[in-house]
C-alpha cells in the first residue's frame, strides 16, 4: 500500500508512518516542518524512518497547491491519511485566521487532489474539540457539534463537513477520526503530559489552568495508532469516529503520576481557566470498536510510565538518581 500522509512528521504522524513502513507499506509523508514547536525536534521524530527506503519527505505546505499536485503526480498515492494541521486551542485565538487558513482551506486542497488523484480511502485527524462546551458525556458521534467554542474546533468541524461533501460528490471513502488528548513518547511539547514531564524533571514551576479538577479523556499514541491503520484498511464511505481511551482523568490525578514517575514534586501555579478550553472530555468509543475493533489496551498509569521513561533517555541529565 502506498500511503501519503500529511503532517507525516509530527507527533502521531512519526509513529503512523513507523508503524506502516513496519507492516512493508511506502510512506510519502508531507511536512512544511512549521515553527509551531522546534522543526528540530520534527526531524528528529521521522530519523529512523529517513534511514528507510520505503520512506521519502517531501518539505511542503499543503496550502501550496501547484507543489502539492506535483507529490500526487510523482507518487501516485492509493491512500491518504491527513493529519497537517495547525494544532492546540489557545493559540487557535490569536491567530484564527492562519487556522482557518490550513485547517480549512489545506483540507480542500488535499481532497481536491484525492479527487483528482482519484484516492480510495481517504482518513481525516479530526478532534474532540469539534464537541465544544458539550455537557452529556460520555461524548457521542451522535451528540450536536454546532457550537465548537474555539476557532481551532469550528476550523475541524468545518473540515469534517468538507469530507462529507467530498464523500458524497465523489464517492471517496472519508473516516474523520476524533482523537482525544493524544499523548506517549515524542509528545507535543506544548501538551500537558509532555509540558509537565519536562518542567517537573526540571525543576521548574508549571501552570495550572482551573483548580486542577478539569478532565480530559488521555489516550495513549500505539493505541491510536491501532486506530488510525485500521481505518485505513476499511472502506467505510463516510463515518465520524471517536478515538480515545474512554476514561476521565484529573489534571491533578495527571500531575500526580507525573510526579511519581519522575520522583519529584510538582511546584504549581494556578492560573483562572482559559477562554477557548473545556472543562471535560470524554469519548464514547463503542463505534469505533464496531467498525475498527479499537480497543484501547494502555492505563493512563502505565502510558505516563512509557512516556517519563522516554523523557528520561533523552534527558539523562534530569533524572532523579
Ligand atoms: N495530539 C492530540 O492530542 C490531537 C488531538 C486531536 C486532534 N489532533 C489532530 O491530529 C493531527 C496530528 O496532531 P499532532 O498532535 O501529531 O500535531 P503535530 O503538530 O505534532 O503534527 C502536525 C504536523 O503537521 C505539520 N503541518 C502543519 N501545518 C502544515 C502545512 N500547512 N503544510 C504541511 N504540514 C503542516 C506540522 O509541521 C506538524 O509536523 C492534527 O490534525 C491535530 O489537529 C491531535
Not at 64 to 92: C, I, T, W, Y
Request: glycine letters at 8%.
Amino acid at each position: 500500500m502506498k500511503v501519503l500522509i500529511t503532517g507525516g512528521a509530527g507527533f502521531i504522524g512519526s509513529h503512523l508512518s513507523e508503524k506502516l513502513i513496519e507492516q512493508g507499506d511506502d510512506v510519502i509523508c508531507v511536512d512544511n516542518l512549521n515553527d509551531y514547536y522546534s522543526p528540530e525536534t520534527k526531524k528528529e521524530n521521522i530519523s529512523a524512518c529517513l534511514k528507510s527506503k520505503k520512506f521519502r519527505l517531501h518539505k511542503e505546505d499543503i496550502l501550496n497547491l501547484p507543489a502539492m499536485d506535483r507529490v500526487f503526480d510523482e507518487h501516485k498515492p492509493e491512500k491518504v491519511v491527513h493529519m497537517a494541521s495547525r494544532v492546540g486551542v489557545r493559540p487557535s485565538l490569536k491567530e484564527p485566521a492562519l487556522y482557518a487558513d490550513v485547517n480549512i482551506k489545506g483540507t480542500v486542497h488535499i481532497l481536491e487532489l484525492a479527487r483528482k488523484y482519484k484516492i480510495r480511502n481517504i482518513v481525516f485527524a479530526s478532534s474532540s474539540s469539534v464537541y465544544g462546551g458539550n455537557k452529556k458525556i460520555p461524548f457521542s458521534e451522535e451528540d450536536k457539534t454546532d457550537k465548537p467554542i474555539s476557532p481551532y474546533g469550528a476550523s475541524k468541524k468545518a473540515a469534517e463537513l468538507l469530507c462529507h461533501s467530498y464523500h458524497s460528490l465523489y464517492g471517496t471513502s472519508i473516516s474523520c477520526l476524533r482523537f482525544f488528548t493524544v499523548y506517549g513518547e515524542r509528545g507535543r511539547p506544548d501538551m500537558a503530559p509532555y509540558k509537565f514531564t519536562k518542567l517537573i524533571s526540571e525543576g521548574k514551576e508549571i501552570e495550572v489552568y482551573g483548580n486542577g479538577r478539569t478532565k480530559r479523556d488521555y489516550t495513549y499514541i500505539k493505541d491510536i495508532i491501532q486506530g488510525v491503520a485500521a481505518a485505513l484498511e476499511k472502506d467505510l464511505g463516510y463515518e465520524v469516529i471517536n478515538l480515545g481511551n474512554s476514561s476521565t482523568i484529573e489534571l491533578q490525578h495527571l500531575i500526580s503520576l507525573i510526579e511519581k514517575e519522575t520522583g519529584k514534586k510538582a511546584k504549581i501555579k494556578y492560573s483562572p481557566m482559559q477562554a477557548g478550553d473545556v472543562p471535560e472530555t470524554y469519548a464514547e468509543i463503542s463505534k469505533a470498536k464496531r467498525l475498527l475493533g479499537f480497543t484501547p489496551k494502555t492505563k493512563i498509569e502505565a502510558g505516563i510510565k512509557k512516556l517519563v521513561e522516554w523523557y528520561n533517555d533523552k534527558h539523562p541529565d534530569t533524572r532523579i538518581q
